[in-house]
T-cell receptor, first 113, second 112 residues
Framework: SQTIHQWPATLVQPVGSPLSLECTVE??????LYWYRQAAGRGLQLLFY??????ISSEVPQNLSASRPQDRQFILSSKKLLLSDSGFYLC????????????FGSGTRLTVV | TQLLEQSPQFLSIQEGENLTVYCNSS?????LQWYRQEPGEGPVLLVT???GGEVKKLKRLTFQFGDARKDSSLHITAAQPGDTGLYLC????????????WGLGTSLAVNP
């Protein structure tokens, strides 16, 4: 069965510090991978998605970047965090989003102080 | 720009009551999905509807896709505290099989 792992679950970082969130998927090959941010328990904002190794599409210009060094690994990074980067970050995978939808990880709560 | 509007934004009811939440758009979607999210967790897919007029049932939850594929509803019968959570709808555009358009969600609280 397919599983998705995302860590850490919570993170408190000072302004200006770097960030690295990691997500790995098991049990599937060549998935589409996504990073979302959710503010205040409401709607989801797509940050990045990837359809293959090294292929990254950015949806929103911001202080973040993403990389996909392996087929089932997706990393969200920042060189210098801003207060506005605080939020709930979700990794997800899909094969055919129209019928299969997304499978989400359990999320990372990031607080920038 | 395609948008999905969900209503109501917040709903607080007593255990045993019935409720309906809505997901509306002026755009046509090739499919529409409903997710439930509990605090501190990622959303979990409940159902996908793909055909106009389609009705799907999942225990006490009934999902309907509008005939014109522009809207959907979720009806819960005899709500239970375990139904508490954020209900999100998301639509798929026929021209893009990679991304979904998301509503802002309905936050449901079922009180014992």
């Amino acid at each position: 069965s397919q599983t998705i792992h995302q860590w850490p679950a919570t993170l408190v970082q000072p302004v200006g510090s770097p960030l690295s969130l990691e997500c790995t998927v098991e049990g599937t090959s060549n998935p589409n991978l996504y990073w979302y941010r959710q503010a205040a328990g409401r709607g989801l904002q797509l940050l990045f998605y990837s359809v293959g190794i090294g292929q990254i599409s950015s949806e929103v210009p911001q202080n973040l970047s993403a990389s996909r060094p392996q087929d089932r690994q997706f990393i969200l990074s920042s060189k210098k965090l801003l207060l506005s980067d605080s939020g709930f970050y979700l990794c997800a995978w899909s094969v055919q989003v129209r019928v299969g939808g997304y499978t989400f990880g359990s999320g990372t709560r990031l607080t920038v102080v | 720009t395609q948008l999905l509007e969900q209503s109501p934004q917040f709903l607080s009811i007593q255990e045993g009551e019935n409720l309906t939440v809505y997901c509306n758009s002026s755009s046509v979607f090739s499919s529409l999905q409903w997710y439930r999210q509990e605090p501190g967790e990622g959303p979990v897919l409940l159902v996908t509807v793909v055909t106009g007029g389609e009705v799907k049932k999942l225990k006490r939850l009934t999902f309907q896709f509008g005939d014109a594929r522009k809207d959907s509803s979720l009806h819960i019968t005899a709500a239970q505290p375990g139904d508490t959570g954020l209900y999100l709808c998301a639509g798929s555009n026929a021209g893009n099989n990679r991304k979904l358009i998301w509503g802002l969600g309905t936050s449901l609280a079922v009180n014992p």
